[in-house]
């Protein structure tokens, strides 16, 4: 594929709504709310609102811009900045491909809860439905090719036929479902307690754990480190107002975070208490059930939240499936269906670890992690603060923040956090990175705890 034939978004709603999509996931929907409930709740939210609008700001500019201003894939990308850095670009490539089939495995998960509430299956809220599910040898591992599947269906449309027109369809059904589900929610009785947890900053929890805890959160929600943006950004006309776009994926993603918080954490407290906020897929195949099942309508209501979760989960996918498929096209110079084939393929073989796993392969562990896990761990705690690290070192230090500011000024538009921009990227982000990175790696392996 040559570059000058190279697919674009029809313009910046388009790739407003398809970033944003990107972003809000899994990480949103289930992480988001059981970390705030962990770390203090409002001052959770208070600390994760603050680094949303400074340092997740940086460095989505950066990688927007970085693909714009390259027009190519992530590995070409990188190389075209400076030859030297060509191997951040590999690096950076390998984040997807690592997350793409855990992330499906998952993504079937919800697609088979979905048929659950659809067909009225009261055992769903049983405490053991989710353990049997996962422990079958083969009905996950089909309901893992039918997400994988719909994902590979809307990339092979391409750009502006598949990425683009879900985006514009998915998006905003998804923000209308998260607010009518949250209201809902709030009108049950003993909410208040929970909704007070969540929105009050109680100072006294406040801990260098909370800022690291949010940062980490940062990269999962934001689909930071891991050659989307890029990808994206290379899809951006030069019109578009890249500052304009940042500000709204910014305001979309953290919003529907909040609004997951909303939705969720007053919910649990009110049926199970803020103890019942579990980490991990517990919290949305275990204990959300036990809760639906104690709400009025709350067949509904269920149907209704695991249809969200997979729209958040979807779209998330048709980047993690771009992003390799652009890197596939670009390296490799085949079609984009052949390309689809071939990654749809490989996503499958690699997903079955992850699929069975929890099953019949629960007795493989890798540094005492099922593979699901031990994929999450490399992916989101090593590898992604390692390229958001030396993306940091190469435009704040060795190429100049100048090269990604003239970029956001394109066609005399305004910078409006310009200053900040710079500081974040040269002084504090790397540091932050590097903390993440030291503490997410001591924790993954059980040095410390939290």
């Known amino acids: 594929m040559s570059e000058g034939k190279r697919s674009s978004f029809t313009g910046g709603l388009g790739f407003i709504l398809a970033a944003a999509g990107s972003a809000v996931g899994l990480g949103n929907l289930w992480r988001f709310p059981y970390l705030a409930a962990q ?19 940086a460095l989505m500019t950066t990688e927007i811009a970085i693909g714009r201003k390259t027009g190519t894939s992530v590995v070409k990308a990188y ?3 400076d030859k030297r ?9 390998i984040v997807p491909i690592i997350i793409f089939p855990y992330y499906s495995v998952i993504g079937g998960w919800v697609t088979k809860y979905i048929a659950v509430y659809a067909t009225g299956n009261a055992a769903v809220s049983s405490d053991t439905f989710f353990g049997n599910f996962i422990a079958e040898p083969v009905e996950p591992l089909a309901w893992f090719a039918i997400f994988l599947v719909l994902t590979a269906i809307i990339v092979f449309l391409g750009v502006e036929k598949g990425i683009e027109k879900v985006g514009k369809f ?40 909370t800022v690291l805890a949010a940062l980490g959160q940062l990269f999962y929600s934001m689909s930071l480190a891991m050659g989307i943006m890029i990808t994206y950004g290379s899809y951006l006309k030069k019109d578009v107002n890249l500052n304009a776009c940042v500000n709204q994926i910014e305001l979309f993603d953290t ?33 959300l059930p036990k809760v ?26 048709i980047s993690l499936m771009e992003t390799i498929i652009s890197f596939a096209m670009d390296k490799f110079h085949v079609s984009r269906p052949k390309a689809c084939i071939v990654v749809l393929i490989l996503a499958f073989i690699i997903g079955i670890p992850s699929s069975l796993g929890n099953g019949v392969w629960s007795n493989i562990t890798l540094l005492g992690k099922d593979f699901l896990s031990f994929f999450d761990f ?17 435009v704040g230090w060795v190429l100049g923040t100048k090269f990604v500011v003239d970029e956001v000024k394109r066609g005399g538009c305004k910078f409006g956090r310009e200053k900040l921009y710079v500081v974040l990227m040269k002084y504090i982000a790397p540091f932050c990175i590097i903390a993440i990175l030291i503490f997410a ?10």
């Open 39 to 57: 770390y203090g709740g409002g001052i959770f939210l208070l600390v994760y609102v603050i680094l949303a609008v400074t340092f997740g700001f």
């Open 79 to 81: 190389k075209a900045l």
């Open 85 to 93: 850095f060509s191997f951040l670009g590999y690096l950076a490539a």
């Open 170 to 209: 998915m998006m905003p059904v998804l923000v209308v479902m998260i607010i009518g589900i949250t209201i809902y929610v709030l009108t049950l009785e003993n909410t208040m307690s929970g909704l007070y947890y969540y929105l009050v900053p109680d100072f006294s929890k406040f801990s260098p754990k």
């Open 255 to 287: 919003g529907i975070a909040l609004f997951a918080g909303l939705m969720i954490i007053p919910a649990v407290a009110s049926f199970s208490g803020i103890e019942g906020m579990n980490q991990g897929p517990g919290l949305m195949f275990i204990t």
């Open 292 to 317: 639906f099942a104690q709400m009025p309508a709350g067949r509904m209501v269920g149907l209704a939240f695991f249809i969200l979760v997979f729209f958040a989960a979807i779209t998330s996918s």
């Open 378 to 394: 490399i992916s989101n705690s090593v590898l992604m603060p390692i390229v958001a690290f030396l993306t940091c070192i190469l």
């Open 441 to 450: 790696v001591l924790e993954g392996l059980g040095i410390i705890t939290v």
